[in-house]
């Protein structure tokens, strides 16, 4: 079912539940400390137009809860606001996933559209139930309440990103390069750039709350946003400062590994180096001349096996000492 | 033939053709109900200099529209407005071609120039002409549906482009180098500099008309074209993530070639050393020195072999523990 | 000669030519529809004091335009504005040459001031005098006329810049390397550079005379200006998507080039590590041990040679299936 | 214990300390010469909501200040303002640990909460109490001398930084490459970017404390801020300027090895080419042709020695002119 | 001495000399047409203090002015404003050197402190008495002047940068690697940065400077600081300029660094891989078999030759030919 709730609260207390077509008749007479929360998830067409009815939403914002495929934002439509967020989810093999929630707050009415990875609302819905005093301020309580759940549930995941992160580090730092470290690096700049792609806009969704003038946000509410808009600041520098971290570790990965590489070649070039010298030299008498002289004198032999082999330990001293091995 | 149609509406209804020398006549007494849309495909000059004198457009403008070669723009000239937007198509072979439309909009007329790479705007008529609730706005509906109209035409060749980029990836993933690689990813950053060239002034052209005071610009419509808006943010932010996707894309196919290429090199290196040892020591014995007992050993000569078999063996196990091989 | 032309204009006409001294007794009764425009080609200091005491110039831009060597700008004093514009030429061998265009306009007259490279502004003066319609609105169309044919200049440079960048494109991915090709794109890199250093101060000059409130600045000749400005950001924008461009293609290059040469590298290490065996197994049998039976059977030769060859055969083929070769 | 301190001033000068219950009853008759000075450390979630209950602080400040996880920031709630600030200490081996500290400064108070890496505000005490004309102002005196304090701390971090900088610099350019020096230049960059985190926010808080019209803060003491605001701007420009020339280094660091390890390898290159001519020379005549007429003739060992020398030595000779060897 | 002069001027006029003590004396009477130029060089405290008594100075300006270690910076303590600028001076061996001088500037006064690295202002004092005219318009001409004479100091030391960029482009593409050029461009690249720290923050100081609303600032010099505007941002794009081209110099530096020295490893590879062919040929007949009829037949070894002669130099052209070599 895609009806999840549809609760009547008054001055602050939970009043009890209502049917959708009840609505306009509960409101009716009080709009002011009153209001109705509505929770659907994934709803039919049917059901959004019947509550596009009920409050009179506008048709381009039903549209958008509707085919869910929207950045964050927020708009307003005469008295009422829009307000679209994403969600997001880590599962356990790492890949991300992102929801939409669309909320439309009005004059004695919040209704809230989940779509695709998301939790439920419940817990918001007890917190708000817990806090009476808050509550009585309304709608715009309700929203900055989903607001701030959606934004904390994206702590835990910037902290996963952040190990993710680190993992990488000691890996490069390790020394052992693997094809997958370049992969991996890859995987997270892009999961990075979605979940910018879906904070982000929240920033200025935060700031123009915490000064909007209209009848649907209490004033009193704004130090709230401000809270949230801090948080979507501290994640979007996190998110930031991780992708330029990734930027070093990628350098920093390319550089060690293209290093570590080269200065294998350079150490089997030097070994070869240093085995061609007696190769030629051995080559000098395996020539097959008349007149070789050497070859008749019985010390030469050993005489230049030692010498062949001074040279070798030479060559190899002084091409470790420069560094050439 | 170059116009395509010239149509009278009225009350949000189609009321008929009527001819381009005939429109002033029409219009004469009233142009709050009703209005002219004029489409014409690559007009001759003579064209519109006709629909100038009609309509009183800006010799700038009408120049503009005719030379066809403007960047996104809007402009306005006393109480009518002057639109260029870009359309985008992508040939089967991926070849990208771009075309422009210049939309004059006035108090009882819209005027639509097509150039180069685009679909006819019969669609659109058809969309406006079955919603009549909305066309009652004016020429400033028909704006809002031409500009959804090739705004939306835009998604699908994001979305092929982000195909293309994935396929990169699996090639650059998938280990096998190909030259053309990298000419692909050079003509996909071309293709994406192009696109965001076309896309990023409507950003400015939309956010405008979402508040202008303009009697053309019917304070209903606004909505409208913020949800247009929208639409341009949420390409521009594909195209942004896409081009940074690229460079990451293409700093691990950089990255992946020269390191497998290196791999190569040093493990060709390392099998030239392991072969280099056996040579000299062979080397060796080949000489002709006459005082060389172990020559006349019978056993030497397998001892020998079986030493330098083990020499080998040894260094492979330890290059290959190392990682030299 | 440093004066080219001082000619005097009426209701859109053209009067005719005056002396620099007679200017003020000239104007003296009607500087509204009446106005004086001057031509200078790198003057004389005193000429520029003269022309400075007949229209009463600031100090500071009289200095300005002997010395020559600013960069784009608007200054207002008092009544009067001053604009410095740049002129860009392309020279056969492909080198820029800037110049200067120093415009004193003011009520009654237009100073305009050439130094360097530069072409002369007859044909300016040419379709000024053509459209008398628009001569009509004054000093500020001149304005308009010389900003219009400096900036229309740079639009054959720039497709100049583009057909070099299509050349290196096609050097890049044709896969010839030349040495000359990084210095190429060097060398286009500087010259982007300068031009962009040209052009982009112009947009906010332009942006400027559109929202002038002065008494210079005819309002009517404002979307003249809107003109201008397009184009400058036109340039701008092309010379931006250049240099991202370019930046590309100086990435390609260095990739290409380097897996190119590390490709043969690879290629000629494959061949070493082949011809190395058959040169240690000859060895083996280069060796004078007596007791070599081997060496006594006559087949052995032959089927050594058979071997070796199979040997190698066998590695070459699997060299070029791993890719080693 | 987490209280440190809760003292009186009253017209500049300490009057004595007072029980955190008395403080209303203290400042009951004035709060516009006296004001209380409270200095928590870490403290107990109780005694935050004492002082809460004491001065009316706002909720949602109180958390922060308990939760202690905050970037910087300025915030008003009423007539009080809300300050958060980022303390650094660098450990002796370099390790930087960060700290914060929460400011509540309003009409007759001044709460500051340490949490954290950071050094007793003992001193801020004693320089405030030692400048009675300046302390005369108030709270918001006494905040500037936190905000000072704390930002004079990170002058010495910055300059460790610079030296670490400038080790790296002689490491890298003094020619020996170290596997940690990579290392060193990605952890410089993570303590930077950690940095620059905790000051720039802070560039403009101190902007906004400079231009605040409240009652809390004195406007005598704008100039104050302003300075702290120019030493904040000082440092972040310092960090910019470090984060810039360490990607330099890591360019320069990765250029000088790369090319230091092709350059060996090269010549290794060389050796091995040069002794390759005489191993094959020496082959020839280690053939077993019968009728090879060079090997009876007695002086050809000799002259074919002294010509593969020469060989050799003009090999060597033109690689070291071309810059081969 | 740290005063350097104390001259009172009146009128436009150089009145005389006057001691320090008598300032306020001398200036009692008439703030208006008369002024005081005080020059002073590192001053000790005590002076300082004595100024600031004189004049009413603020503490924190003073203490800047004593401290010595601001960036370029314009505050405004009441009626009088206090300007930082740097001074730059190269050496004869390059190196960069920095100094400071603090303008206060108040009714009747201006007070200039050298500090470091400067020219003396001598000629400033000269120019300023040259042109009565302008040094009638009081302390704000002088402040112009000042500046001015600062800023055109950088000009020669851009140029100086300059010329050492295009002498390292000529190294560069010169074709000669030299481990001193990434040195030098690191150098380059640190000084560029320090000029931009000195240079940029004067754009912001020139430009409120031309719009401040002041009595100290003459209305009629505004002109004159637009002008010092001018010339700081020339200077400062200069520097963008020059850091840009940096950028692209090193990237070519190293991209042909690399590829000549690939080029070299390739090419002796390449004659490597020629040399192994005939040694191994040789190899084969090196052998000891009793069974190989060419070693008996006469004519083999010089076929023998030829032919190895033959494979070499096709190989040769074949490498040649396909850039292998």
Redesign the interface.
């Known amino acids: 079912m895609s009806i999840v709730n549809c609760v009547e609260y008054g001055e602050g207390k939970r009043i009890g539940d209502v049917q959708l077509t009840d609505v306009s008749a509960v409101l009716a007479d009080d709009r002011q400390s009153r209001f109705v929360w509505i929770g659907l998830h994934e709803p039919t067409e049917e059901l959004l137009r019947q509550a596009q009815e009920e409050f009179g939403l506008?048709d381009?914002a039903v549209e958008d809860a509707h085919r869910a495929h929207?950045?964050p934002?927020l708009?307003e439509?005469g008295d009422a606001i829009f307000v679209v967020l994403r969600t997001a989810q880590r599962g356990p093999d790492g890949a991300m996933a992102f929801g939409e929630t669309h909320l439309f707050v009005g004059p004695g009415y919040v209704v809230s559209v989940r779509h695709g990875a998301s939790v439920p609302y419940t817990d918001v819905r007890a917190r708000c139930e817990s806090t009476p005093h808050l509550l009585k301020r309304g709608p715009s309580f309700v929203l900055y309440a989903l607001m701030d759940f959606v934004v904390d549930h994206y702590f835990p995941i910037v902290d996963e990103l952040e190990g993710d992160l680190e993992k990488l580090?000691e890996d490069i730092?390790g020394?052992n390069?693997r094809?997958e470290t370049?992969?991996r690096?890859?995987d997270l700049?892009?999961d990075l750039?979605a979940l910018k792609?879906a904070v982000s806009p929240l920033i200025d969704v935060c700031n123009r709350l915490t000064r909007f003038d209209s009848s649907v946000i209490d004033t009193e509410t704004r130090?709230?946003f401000?809270?949230v808009y801090?948080h979507v600041?501290?994640i979007n520098?996190t998110v930031d400062?991780l992708r330029?971290?990734l930027n070093?570790?990628?350098?920093?990965?390319?550089?060690?590994?293209?290093?570590s590489?080269?200065?294998?070649?350079?150490?089997?070039?030097?070994?070869?180096?240093i085995?061609?010298?007696?190769?030629?030299v051995?080559?000098?008498?395996?020539?097959?001349?008349?007149?070789?002289p050497?070859?008749?004198w019985?010390?030469?032999?050993p005489l230049?096996?030692a010498f062949t082999a001074t040279a070798c330990g030479i060559l190899h001293w002084r091409f470790k000492k420069t560094?050439?091995l």
Do not use: C
């Open positions: 506008h381009l929207q950045r934002k708009e439509y580090e730092f020394g390069y094809r370049t992969e690096i890859y700049k892009r750039l792609r130090p709230y401000r809270d801090d600041i501290r520098e400062n330029e971290l070093g570790a990628l350098e920093a990965n390319l550089s060690l590994i293209s290093v590489q080269n200065e294998i070649t350079k150490k089997l070039a030097g070994w070869a180096a085995l061609a010298l007696p190769t030629m051995f080559g000098i008498y395996g020539m097959n001349f008349d007149f070789m050497e070859l008749r019985w010390p030469a032999y230049l096996m560094g050439w």
